[in-house]
């Protein structure tokens, strides 16, 4: 996955696919006109890849030259073609090959055509390295097409997104909007915290915290912070309703995420339940739970360590620690059973250098 501006975009096809398509396309081009010298014409800016590599693999004598229109702003095509550099001189009697990058509506192709109705080619004829037919208009016939490939926005080897990836070797294809939504275990010590923060900003999603969620409201008064508040003062447990409450809150303040970690909630099957049911309202889902693991003895050690720096007091009794391990086992136990029926519990090696981790968790997610 990569990031261009606020899009993300997929890998699709790969180097080798791409150079297989050239070197058939030069081959099939080279048949046809065996003891011609043709004038190979690329479409700017899109296509200076592939005319490139094309002409590496076309043996015969050849020239080559450029024009320049232009349709794409951003993601879309504005339906308005500009002729930005003219079609070159002393092509009469010539035959004459456009290399197109990608066709699609065929608005471009329309402009091409018109250019070149002016001049007295002996042939004219179009080819195209990608070539997106179930949505041409089919008003002139391709002559070499070279990788059929359906209506997705697609970046790399030339083409770009409001300019960047043009450099890209491979091709990259929109990510659509999928919504991930990732329920976070893990005990003390494990990383939780660290890989979150990377994941939040690999997949564009939200870090929800509950811990997090319960400080921000009480510190600003909130109407769920005083009633948090008002069920903690007496020593009684926020109802599940209120968690829930602050969850809703914060989601939908969130429209533009890509999905959410939820990380301390649930830390009960009630809560699960309640999770599930709230997500359904919203027309979204639980994708996976993942439990980073590790050894309780090289956990005790990490937070003994952490204690020294952060200052934390139960960070620096082991005694305490161990009870905070028995409760997130305690907890977590019947949590594992209640994902583990819905086939969306995942246990993920929490020992390594940061970036392993983060690897091990990203294979998961890729793989929903």
Do not use: W
């Amino acid at each position: 996955m990569i990031k261009l501006h606020d899009k993300y975009f997929k890998p699709f096809l790969s180097q080798t696919v791409i150079q297989s398509a050239v070197e058939n396309l030069a081959k099939k081009i080279a048949d046809d006109h065996k003891g011609e010298t043709p004038i190979f014409i690329g479409v700017l800016n899109g296509s200076f890849m592939f005319v490139a590599d094309f002409l590496k693999a076309y043996d015969y004598p050849c020239e080559v030259s450029f024009v320049k229109l232009s349709s794409y702003q951003g993601l879309t095509s504005t339906g308005i073609v500009e002729t930005l550099l003219d079609v070159p001189e002393n092509i009469e009697g010539r035959t004459v090959i456009i290399l197109e990058d990608i066709i699609d509506t065929g608005r471009t192709l329309k402009e091409l055509v018109h250019l070149f109705s002016k001049t007295n080619v002996k042939e004219f004829k179009i080819a195209t390295l990608f070539f997106k037919s179930e949505i041409y208009n089919g008003e002139y016939s391709i002559d070499y097409a070279g990788i059929n490939i359906p209506d997705k926005f697609i970046v790399g080897y030339g083409l770009d997104y409001n300019e960047l990836g043009r450099n890209l070797k491979e091709v990259y294809q929109l990510n659509q909007k999928h919504m991930i939504n990732l329920v976070l275990f893990g005990k003390p010590g494990a990383g939780k915290g660290t890989q979150a923060e990377f994941l939040k900003e690999k997949y564009n999603l939200k870090h929800i915290s509950t811990g997090d969620l319960f400080r921000y409201n009480m510190k600003n008064d909130t109407e769920l912070g005083q009633l948090a508040k008002s069920y903690i003062e007496k020593g009684d447990l926020v109802p599940d309703e209120v968690t829930i409450k602050m969850l809703e809150d914060d989601v939908d303040k969130n429209p533009d995420a890509s999905g959410f970690i939820f990380d301390g909630f649930p830390r009960t099957t009630a809560q699960a339940k309640a999770l599930d049911v709230f997500l359904a309202s919203k027309e979204m889902k639980i994708d996976a739970t993942i439990a980073l693991e590790a050894d309780d003895e090289i956990l005790i050690q990490r937070l003994l360590e952490r204690g020294k720096v952060s200052g934390r007091s139960d960070d620096q009794d082991e005694d305490k620690i161990r009870n905070r391990f028995e409760e997130y086992n305690l907890k977590t136990a019947p949590l594992k059973e209640f994902y583990e029926a819905q086939a969306k519990f995942h246990s993920v090696s929490g020992i390594g250098a940061i970036d392993e981790i983060t690897m091990r968790l990203s294979k998961v997610i890729e793989e929903l």
